[in-house]
């Protein structure tokens, strides 16, 4: 059942107030960032930091980066390649979520508020606990299945059968990092996330039903043809525009739900 | 919920909306208000069936300010369901899925209910 407030643990309260910035700062932002210390009780909390934007880089994983270095060693998030193709640094920016290594600071208008990922256990700070959700990747079983002979050297596949996984725009589903920006974004999700796989799953059971190598594409979609599992998409479309790399998780949602009608 | 120590991030208190998730909350919110607004055409016949005093009490209610609006707004949940309706057929056959297309039939289709609730409401009333 929705429920669309927070539990009474997870209300946030206004945290401290850092100033770094001096006389001769000329170029000041303040950014507005969620903490929670799992090692004491109490609530998680809104700090803000006041930074010189002339001494970090134009991202905002880059002033992250300087306030984990300069102001407060203690801020927690994940980041790894600083762009884009790690899926690390994936959190709630400006209320959207995206990788705080593709999201230049001058996009966002004001203070920067930057809070985890929606609608998860918060582990630390800007951390969330995945272990749901990469159990539901499991669950799709993504890899490859075949019963035909293996042929001597690798499966091949025509251009135009690539291109199903890798778009023709280079926006198939395989462009997939999964950094669940999607999956996190999709109020069916939070609502029914315990049953319903998401955006980001999805995409992923449709990168396997679309290649033409995998012989298990009626295997998969039974075990998607589910009231929960895959029907409680209604088309928000906040999936498609969170989505840091441009993907449509949507549309291969409604592919899979077109094969289901397809095959009665 | 269980006692989760972990604290739950922030979500629809901070999501910053968008067209497409208006419209998917506004399909709902029209199809509770067209199921209330039956409730008000079952009293209808049921006054008729009933006789004159209470047919005349249904027409006093309903034609008050207050009824007009219930009646203005039931009109617009019909049209607004019924677009609404017609959009999710549309995405469930694989159209209408990318944003700059939903954002467009989603803008349409809030202009069509706006002009098509004022048309037939000043056509139905002659402008009462």
Same mark, same amino acid.
């Given at each position: 059942?929705?429920?669309?407030?927070?539990?009474?643990?997870?209300?946030?309260?206004?945290?401290?107030?850092?100033?770094?910035?001096?006389?001769?700062?000329?170029?000041?932002?303040?950014?507005?960032?969620?903490?929670?210390?799992?090692?004491?009780?109490?609530?998680?909390?809104?700090?803000?930091?006041?930074?010189?934007?002339?001494?970090?880089?134009?991202?905002?994983?880059?002033?992250?980066?300087?306030?984990?270095?300069?102001?407060?060693?203690?801020?927690?998030?994940?980041?790894? =390649?600083?762009?884009?193709? !790690?899926? #690390?640094?994936?959190?709630?920016?400006?209320?959207? $979520?995206?990788?705080?290594? /593709?999201? %230049?600071?001058?996009?966002?208008?004001g203070d920067v508020a930057i809070r985890?990922?929606?609608?998860?256990?918060?582990?630390?700070?800007?951390?969330?606990?995945?272990?749901?959700?990469?159990?539901?990747?499991?669950?799709?079983?993504?890899?490859?299945?075949?019963?035909?002979?293996?042929?001597?050297?690798?499966?091949?596949?025509?251009?135009?059968?690539?291109?199903?996984?890798?778009?023709?725009d280079g926006k198939g589903p395989s462009? =997939?990092?999964?950094?669940? !920006?999607? #999956?996190?974004?999709?109020?069916?999700?939070?609502? $029914?996330?315990?049953?319903? /796989?998401? %955006?980001?799953?999805?995409?992923?059971?449709?990168?396997?039903?679309?290649?033409?190598?995998?012989?298990?594409?009626?295997?998969?979609?039974?075990?998607?043809?589910?009231?929960?599992?895959?029907?409680?998409?209604?088309?928000?479309?906040?999936?498609?525009?969170?989505?840091?790399?441009?993907?449509?998780?949507?549309?291969?949602?409604?592919?899979?739900?077109?094969?289901?009608?397809?095959?009665? | 919920?269980s006692a989760d120590p972990r604290p739950?991030?922030?979500?629809?208190?901070?999501?910053?909306?968008?067209?497409?998730?208006?419209?998917?909350?506004?399909?709902?919110?029209?199809?509770?208000?067209?199921?209330?607004?039956?409730?008000?055409?079952?009293?209808?016949?049921?006054?008729?069936?009933?006789?004159?005093?209470?047919?005349?009490?249904?027409?006093?209610?309903?034609?008050?300010?207050?009824?007009?609006?219930?009646?203005?707004?039931?009109?617009?949940?019909?049209?607004?369901?019924?677009?609404?309706?017609?959009?999710?057929?549309?995405?469930?056959?694989?159209?209408?899925?990318?944003?700059?297309?939903?954002?467009?039939?989603?803008?349409?289709?809030?202009?069509?209910?706006?002009?098509?609730?004022?048309?037939?409401?000043?056509?139905?009333?002659?402008?009462?």
């Amino acid at each position: 059942m929705a429920q669309f407030t927070l539990p009474q643990n997870s209300k946030v309260t206004e945290g401290q107030a850092h100033n770094a910035t001096s006389a001769t700062t000329k170029n000041a932002r303040t950014f507005r960032v969620y903490r929670y210390d799992p090692d004491t009780k109490e609530n998680p909390r809104m700090d803000s930091f006041t930074i010189d934007l002339d001494k970090c880089g134009p991202m905002v994983l880059d002033a992250l980066i300087h306030i984990k270095n300069d102001i407060d060693t203690g801020l927690t998030f994940r980041r790894s =390649c600083r762009e884009g193709i !790690c899926g #690390s640094c994936a959190m709630n920016i400006d209320g959207t $979520n995206t990788l705080a290594c /593709l999201k %230049p600071i001058d996009e966002v208008k004001g203070d920067v508020a930057i809070r985890p990922l929606p609608h998860m256990p918060v582990m630390k700070d800007l951390v969330p606990d995945i272990t749901h959700i990469v159990a539901q990747y499991a669950s799709i079983e993504p890899w490859m299945k075949t019963e035909s002979q293996a042929p001597a050297r690798e499966r091949l596949q025509s251009a135009q059968d690539a291109d199903h996984l890798n778009g023709t725009d280079g926006k198939g589903p395989s462009a =997939c990092i999964l950094c669940f !920006c999607c #999956s996190t974004s999709c109020p069916s999700y939070w609502w $029914n996330g315990d049953r319903f /796989l998401g %955006p980001a799953i999805l995409l992923q059971a449709w990168r396997w039903i679309s290649d033409t190598r995998d012989e298990a594409t009626g295997e998969r979609l039974d075990a998607l043809e589910d009231p929960f599992r895959l029907y409680r998409c209604h088309t928000i479309m906040n999936c498609t525009r969170t989505c840091p790399k441009g993907l449509n998780p949507a549309q291969a949602i409604a592919e899979i739900k077109k094969l289901m009608v397809a095959r009665q | 919920m269980s006692a989760d120590p972990r604290p739950l991030s922030p979500h629809l208190q901070i999501w910053k909306w968008s067209l497409t998730m208006a419209l998917s909350i506004f399909h709902r919110a029209a199809n509770i208000a067209v199921a209330a607004g039956v409730v008000v055409l079952t009293w209808w016949l049921a006054a008729a069936a009933t006789g004159p005093a209470a047919y005349d009490q249904f027409i006093m209610v309903l034609s008050s300010p207050f009824g007009k609006l219930i009646l203005f707004g039931f009109l617009a949940a019909v049209y607004l369901h019924l677009f609404t309706g017609l959009r999710h057929f549309l995405m469930d056959m694989g159209y209408l899925l990318t944003i700059k297309t939903a954002d467009q039939f989603g803008a349409a289709i809030l202009l069509a209910t706006a002009f098509f609730t004022v048309f037939t409401w000043f056509f139905l009333t002659g402008g009462m």
